[in-house]
């Protein structure tokens, strides 16, 4: 056992706590910013996203789905960025996260104006509607574009 540990590298402990303390600050991190993004979310449209989605409200699952998958492409992307350096990393995904927060929900309401869509109908609404496709479209573009740009 002892010639196992020796076999180990110098820097081994310190790089395996480098890399386990990454994981749980941007875990973290992550977690937080969507909790942010679902909170703007659901501040900017009508009605309670929480209850809607609680109710089992499709269309309000699939805004609710589409928003947390924009905003952690933000995110990957940011950590990507970052090259290993933990602390900008930290610091870039957290502004990023921001911005694509604010980006985002700017974004799919100006789209929701522009198509017309009744969110708040539509969200309310018990079976599923083609028009919840077109506002997870733009979530989803939002986040991509949000998360190329930090390149």
Same mark, same amino acid.
């Given at each position: 056992m002892t010639t196992a540990v020796?076999? =180990?590298?110098s820097d081994y402990w310190s790089t395996l706590g480098h890399g386990v303390s990454a994981i749980v600050l941007y875990?973290? =991190?992550? =977690?937080?910013?969507m909790v942010l993004g679902f909170f703007?979310?659901?501040?900017?449209? $009508?009605?309670? =996203?929480?209850e809607?989605?609680?109710?089992?409200?499709?269309?309000?699952?699939?805004v609710t789905a589409s928003g947390m998958v924009s905003m952690a492409l933000i995110?990957?992307?940011a950590i990507y960025a970052s090259s290993g350096r933990l602390v900008e990393g930290l610091i870039y995904s957290a502004v990023f996260g921001l911005v694509g927060i604010a980006a985002q929900?700017?974004?799919v309401r100006f789209v929701e104006l522009v198509t017309a869509i009744d969110i708040g109908d539509v969200?309310?609404?018990?079976?599923?509607? $083609?028009?919840?496709l077109v506002v997870a479209a733009a979530h989803l573009a939002l986040g991509l574009i949000v998360a190329v740009a930090i390149l």
């Open positions: 020796a076999a =180990l590298g875990a973290i =991190l992550g =977690l937080a910013l703007a979310i659901d501040w900017t449209t $009508p009605g309670k =996203l929480r809607l989605v609680r109710e089992g409200r499709p269309n309000a699952a699939i995110i990957v992307l929900v700017f974004s969200l309310a609404r018990d079976r599923f509607t $083609p028009e919840v």
